[in-house]
């Protein structure tokens, strides 16, 4: 790490808290007033329709068979809002604070998770094929709506970020890899941020509430590493295309 890109929101703590643990909530990284018109733009992008070769829709379908809009990538070049977001102070800043050099967008998500929609395996991120494009990568996830157990928060296992890749590539994480996980589920208000590592081992539950629970994902790789998005968006059209774009023949699994 370089000390000469030590600025950004981050307090010497909260470094070292990130360093120790492989994440750190950032209460109030976004104000209130400033998290109105954040909600808006993702109410946006959520009334878009699917259309092939743009962003990327990707839909849940739920035990009662209702088919659920589960999340959305690859939105940045669509909405000047959002692109102007990833690349501020909060967001790519704070990111190069925590690379100790700047930070450059690798992938961009919302999470809706939906009344009854689904949770996700403990996993780590660099399971799903991340290290073909950089060593490590951050994400920040922006917290819209409140998240709470009965709605599925992010839960996250502290301290086993520098143990590199704990399974196998595109399988969860499970007790045969490691046993002695310890989750922290994160609860959080509007405008809350998290910021992990994409060794952090996380999962999450299902939402059991009566309202959605979005979260964006905003996730950055060391400047020194490349620009990768062109090419990671390419390759997952490819292997995971979004629904509008699949093959009727094909099946398509997700796996982490
Ligand atoms: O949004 C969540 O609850 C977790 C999502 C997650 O870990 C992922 O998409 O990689
Ligand atoms: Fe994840």
Not at 77 to 86: G, I
Not at 100 to 120: M, Q, R, V, Y
Request: hydrophobic share 35%.
């Amino acid at each position: 790490m370089s000390d000469e890109y030590v600025s950004g929101p981050l307090t010497d703590e909260q470094i070292k808290f990130f360093r120790e643990q492989g994440y750190v909530v950032v209460p109030g990284l976004f104000s209130k007033s400033e998290i109105k018109p954040i909600t808006q733009w993702v109410e946006e992008v959520e009334a878009w329709p699917e259309t092939a070769g743009k962003w990327m829709m990707y839909f849940e379908q739920t035990e009662d068979k209702q088919r659920l809009l589960n999340r959305i990538e690859n939105m940045l070049p669509y909405h000047e809002q959002f692109n102007a977001l990833a690349a501020g102070e909060k967001m790519q800043g704070t990111c190069g604070q925590l690379f100790g050099e700047p930070a450059t967008l690798f992938k961009d998500k919302i999470n809706f998770k939906k009344p009854g929609g689904g949770g996700f395996e403990s996993h780590q991120d660099v399971q799903a094929g991340w290290a073909k494009y950089a060593d490590l990568h951050i994400t920040v996830l922006i917290t819209i709506d409140k998240t709470t157990i009965e709605n599925g928060c992010l839960e996250m296992a502290g301290g086993f970020h520098n143990r590199g890749l704990l399974g196998d590539e595109w399988t969860p994480l499970d007790d045969a890899n490691i046993a002695e996980l310890e989750y922290e589920k994160i609860e959080a208000e509007p405008g809350d941020a998290v910021f992990f590592d994409s060794y952090a081992p996380h999962r999450s539950e299902p939402n059991r509430s009566t309202s959605p629970r979005r979260v964006l994902y905003y996730t950055y790789n060391a400047a020194s590493a490349g620009d990768h998005i062109a090419q990671y968006y390419a390759d997952k059209r490819l292997s995971y295309p979004p629904d509008i774009e699949r093959d009727d023949d094909k099946e398509y699994v997700y796996r982490v």
